[in-house]
């Protein structure tokens, strides 16, 4: 069994490539929850949803959010009725959102309605919420803190960040699913996703740095230098007080790491990580990166 930690982006682009090393049977994918929100009725959970679409085949790779083939006929009508619908939010992808929610709202835990959603998805991996806890990352900007989703989609990324932090503050215990699929891995994989808003949330949930201090850790840096491969990483990261870079994506994650990936065109150095070409540009990059890193994987275990 492989476990990978994921966000939104960057660790499914990996995934889409780990797919052609193994069966989809024995993939557990933990992810983040810290960007889910309720939205017009429905429970928006995108990490979540970009990897249960991955697994489905029909994640628009396109944009790496929402359902290919999409349309916005109600999102239109809403707008149109005067509703403050700041994500645009597709039909298809909103009937999940509804689902989910009305699945939370009759008592299921956020796991239990992902395994539904899942199983009549037809998904044979497991994706697995980090914590059934509601967690947000909020941004601070001029003195105010917002939910993550108007900073990166209402205002576009575009507002200055002063800070990042988690509300509420207590962190919220993992799941035991989320546990068990991290110490029960052969090894652990945390992709290319963006450090603090898709990767901390998780590490910060109990029982979660603890748990991967006992396994064979392998992460993979989202930098290019200062340039992250996507999405506002850099901004955010020294927001945290840490470098935009693959130096500090490592400090975030070395008490527990034992092998650290970045790019072969990176600048920045990082000691004893290991050089590979980690930008997905396609479906094939992403099976040679997976392959790759499968190779250090068995290295490890002889």
């Known amino acids: 069994m492989i476990t990978l930690l994921s966000g939104g982006t960057g660790t499914p682009k990996l995934l889409r490539g780990v797919r052609h090393h193994t069966d989809d049977q024995k993939i557990n994918v933990v992810v983040n ?6 939205i017009s009725g429905g429970h928006l959970s995108p990490d979540i949803d970009t990897v249960m679409y991955l697994f489905a085949g029909v994640l628009n790779t396109e944009t790496w959010w929402g359902i290919a083939g999409y349309t916005f006929l109600t999102h239109k009508a809403l707008l149109d009725l005067g509703a403050d619908e700041y994500i645009a939010i597709g039909d298809r992808d909103r009937a999940v959102q509804i689902a989910r929610g009305d699945l939370m709202n009759k008592g299921k835990t956020l796991t239990e309605a992902t395994v539904i959603l899942c199983r009549n998805m037809g998904i044979k991996a497991g994706v697995l919420p980090m914590t059934n806890s509601p967690v947000a990352t909020m941004v601070r900007s001029s003195g105010e803190y917002i939910h993550f989703q108007e900073y990166w989609v209402r205002c576009r990324g575009s507002i200055p960040v002063d800070a990042v932090k988690r509300v509420p503050e207590l962190p919220p215990p993992a799941t035991e699913d989320a546990i068990k699929a991290i110490t029960e891995a052969d090894a652990v994989i945390i992709g290319p996703s963006n450090p603090v808003t898709s ?22 840096s989202p930098f290019i230098g200062e340039a992250p491969f996507s999405g506002p990483a850099g901004e955010l990261m020294k927001a945290k ?4 870079s693959s130096l500090g994506t490592w400090e975030l994650y070395r008490d527990f790491l034992d092998l650290f990936v970045q790019d072969e065109r990176d600048t920045v150095n990082v000691p004893g990580a290991t050089r590979l070409d980690t930008m997905m540009t396609g479906e094939e990059k992403s099976r040679e990166l997976a392959e790759g890193i499968f190779g250090l994987i068995e290295e490890h275990n002889g």
Do not use: H, K
Request: negative net charge; hydrophobic residues 45%; charged residues 20%.
């Open 33 to 38: 929850t810290a960007e889910d929100v309720w």
């Open 241 to 244: 007080g840490f470098s935009p």
């Open 199 to 220: 990767i901390l949330p998780i590490l910060e949930c109990q029982g979660v740095r603890e748990a991967l201090r006992e396994q064979y850790v392998i992460a993979i």
